[in-house]
């Protein structure tokens, strides 16, 4: 049931709803959640079928689109989006002003809003041509500012992307390819990755979605505002999640401490990290998927008997099983997953999360677009309940 509240504004009510838990900030087609029967729809198409059918560039013309693409669409979009894959030799630059050991989401906070500044005053955002442009740009660009801030924290050398790989294959291409010896891909791998990137393409209004929304909403540039949504993504609570698992599951170590760690999190001296959901309160869609996906590519690579996989099974069944869980509707969730499955394809845990800001972009940006495009956009500005000092004068520094 939904009210719609803003006529209330006129008669100077409003609501207090802190952490959005009951209001909706906007309309939009792009992406429905069915969080009680756990479900998911990009533009009405079940996740498991673009998962399963589809492949990361095609949901991104979907999701931008709002339409499947004809093989002739699809061929265009994607010259479209991978002539801008290059970075100009100015953005490159940037890099060197960080630390080595900076962490890669810290590096892509500042070169994503520095593009802001190579792209700005030729952008109009009003003219829905240089929004598709912007659009393109940024999906094209990500994956190679992601795996230039992995290889300068390594002291690789820069590298190019190629011509004739699939969107993630050249995503590996430029993190692991070294003057010396090419990457070889594995199908199977890319496979996986390519539906990461599908599972992480768009949430509806997460918390760094609304950030790029509420940016977006004064007119700011759009390079400027995916920044931001990379900014928010990074909190463990959000899309820092992956990351923690993998320390999480670091830090149990064995099986034996599983039933301790359980104890503790009951305790609340813990987080099971990669469990819960503000919406879903049934298993996530994409945790499933990402499960069978998990069992694939550790098969392909023969670490069937990988003891953190076992340690997460672990996990996973006792919280399954066991009444606080079940009585908070705590489920695992995409990323309880995705750090295995990357963690065996050798990411390091430190790309995780760029890995998720990566594949987020796409939904990011549409939910921009869509917000420019309204002609009934406002700015966002939520009110606040004032629990301040009431008014009084200033006291002289002598007299405090
Ligand atoms: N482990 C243990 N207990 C939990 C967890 C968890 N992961 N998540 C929620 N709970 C408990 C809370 O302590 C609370 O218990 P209480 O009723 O006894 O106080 C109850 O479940 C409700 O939790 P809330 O914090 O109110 O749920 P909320 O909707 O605000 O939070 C969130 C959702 C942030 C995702 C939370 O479940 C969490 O921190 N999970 C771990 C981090 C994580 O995996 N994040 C990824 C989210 S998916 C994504 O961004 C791709």
Redesign the pocket.
Same mark, same amino acid.
Request: glycine letters at 12%; hydrophobic letters at 40%.
């Given at each position: 049931d939904v009210v719609d509240i803003r006529a209330f504004s006129k008669t100077g009510m409003f609501t207090f709803d802190p952490?959005f838990l009951a209001t909706a900030s906007c309309e939009s087609a792009i992406t429905f959640i069915d969080g009680d029967i756990g479900q998911l729809y990009y533009r009405g198409y079940p996740i498991e079928q673009l998962a399963e059918k589809s492949d990361y560039l095609e949901v991104c013309y979907l999701l931008l689109n709002g339409e499947l693409p004809t093989a002739a669409q699809r061929a265009e979009f994607e010259r479209g989006v991978m002539r801008h894959n290059m970075l100009h030799d100015q953005i490159i630059s940037f890099y060197k002003g960080f630390r080595r050991d900076a962490h890669p989401m810290a590096v892509m906070v500042g070169v994503v809003g520095a593009l802001s500044a190579f792209y700005h005053d030729s952008l109009d955002i009003n003219n829905s041509e240089h929004r598709r442009i912007s659009a393109h740009r940024l999906i094209a660009k990500l994956p190679n500012i992601a795996a230039q801030a992995y290889r300068y924290n390594k002291g690789l050398p820069f590298s190019y992307p190629k011509n004739g790989l699939t969107y993630a294959e050249n995503f590996l291409h430029m993190m692991f390819s070294t003057p010396c010896e090419e990457y070889k891909v594995n199908a199977v791998t890319a496979r996986a990755l390519d539906r990461i990137f599908t599972l992480?393409a768009d949430?509806e209004q !997460?918390a760094s979605t609304s950030t790029v929304r509420l940016a977006g909403s004064s007119g700011a540039n759009p390079f400027a505002c995916i920044a931001a949504g990379i900014a928010c993504l990074w909190g463990?609570?959000?899309?820092g999640?992956n990351e923690?698992?993998l320390k999480m599951l670091d830090e149990i170590g064995s099986v034996d401490n599983v039933a301790e760690f359980m104890q503790g999190?009951k305790d609340?001296r813990?987080?099971?990290?990669?469990?819960?959901?503000?919406v879903y309160k049934n298993m996530?869609p994409r945790a499933a998927i990402m499960k069978k996906t998990c069992d694939e590519v550790l098969t392909e690579l023969g670490l069937q008997n990988d003891p953190k996989f076992k340690l997460a099974m672990e996990l996973e069944k006792i919280a399954l099983s066991d009444p606080y869980?079940i009585e908070?509707k705590?489920y695992p !969730?995409?990323?309880?997953y995705s750090g295995i499955v990357l963690s065996a394809i050798g990411i390091p845990v430190s790309m995780f999360t760029p890995i998720?800001a990566l594949a987020r972009t796409v939904g990011w940006i549409s939910h921009w677009t869509e917000m420019i495009a309204d002609p009934a956009m406002k700015i966002g500005r939520p009110r606040q309940l004032y629990t301040g000092a009431p008014r009084r004068d200033f006291i002289d520094e002598g007299n405090r």
């Open positions: 952490g992480h949430h !997460n463990p609570s959000h899309g999640a923690a698992v999190v609340k813990y987080k099971l990290m990669g469990f819960g959901h503000r996530d869980f908070r705590l !969730n995409v990323d309880f998720f």
